[in-house]
């Protein structure tokens, strides 16, 4: 089993839709939990950190369960922008940080 | 607006040549990765250094591949020989530790014919 498990997609929504991913995680002591935007041949850039009460920048909302051990982002009134491969990532003090295989977003006209 | 720096950018070689790898880490980050990318397997982590000493590179196939940090400044990945299934995106990243977010560099795109 994957240390951290995501749906890959693709996900192919319309302009303005709100669209939500689930990660899942199998190392319970993990701590810390981010996502990542990859763009078609570019490097992955953190979107945003994910935080125990949730957080929230702009159109985007990350959300943890540690009980269900899962973390997931909205987007909310999607840009074509937003159009990209997102990675949610778990790590832990024990050096350990994983990716998970993303999962594809297209933001159709 | 600080960056991680990777060189080259693009490099094609023939099978059994080696190749060298360089990633420039921010300033003051304390922990460098390198990672492989194809579209089959994903982002694979190779190795991990804090404080220029690897601290993980199980995900390294050993006999060829080898990862250096002579200065904390500077962080190599050597392939000797390489092969065609080396081919893939190699990427640097750097950051405060473990719990801490990354930040990739734009990555060396690697073809081995």
């Known amino acids: 089993r994957k240390e951290v498990e995501q749906d890959p997609g693709p996900f192919n929504v319309p302009e303005g839709a709100t669209v939500a991913f689930n990660c899942t995680y199998s190392?319970?002591?993990?701590?810390?939990f981010f996502w990542y935007r990859q763009d078609c041949r570019k490097e992955p850039k953190l979107l945003m950190s994910?935080?125990?009460s949730g957080n929230e920048d702009g159109r985007f909302t990350a959300q943890l369960n540690r009980a269900s051990q899962y973390i997931s982002l909205l987007i909310r009134d999607s840009k074509l922008s937003d159009s990209a491969t997102y990675l949610c990532?778990?790590?832990?003090?024990?050096?350990?940080?994983?990716f998970g295989t993303g999962t594809s977003l297209t933001v159709i006209p | 607006d600080a960056r991680v720096t990777q060189t080259p950018r693009h490099k094609v070689t023939e099978m059994g040549q080696e190749v060298t790898m360089r990633c420039q880490p921010i300033?003051?980050?304390?922990?460098v990765f390198w990672y492989r990318q194809t579209m089959m397997q994903g982002l694979e982590l190779l190795a991990y250094f804090r404080n220029r000493a690897p601290l993980d590179d199980s995900g390294m196939p050993k006999d060829r591949f080898s990862a250096e940090m002579p200065d904390a400044t500077l962080a190599t990945l050597k392939i000797q020989p390489s092969e065609p299934r080396d081919s893939a995106v190699y990427f640097c990243a750097s950051g405060r530790g473990s719990l801490y977010e990354q930040y990739f560099g734009p990555g060396t795109r690697l073809t081995v014919t």
């Open positions: 190392n319970s002591a993990s701590q810390s």
């Open positions: 300033l003051g980050h304390n922990t």
């Open positions: 994910v935080y125990s």
């Open positions: 990532v778990a790590s832990n003090t024990g050096n350990q940080f994983y």
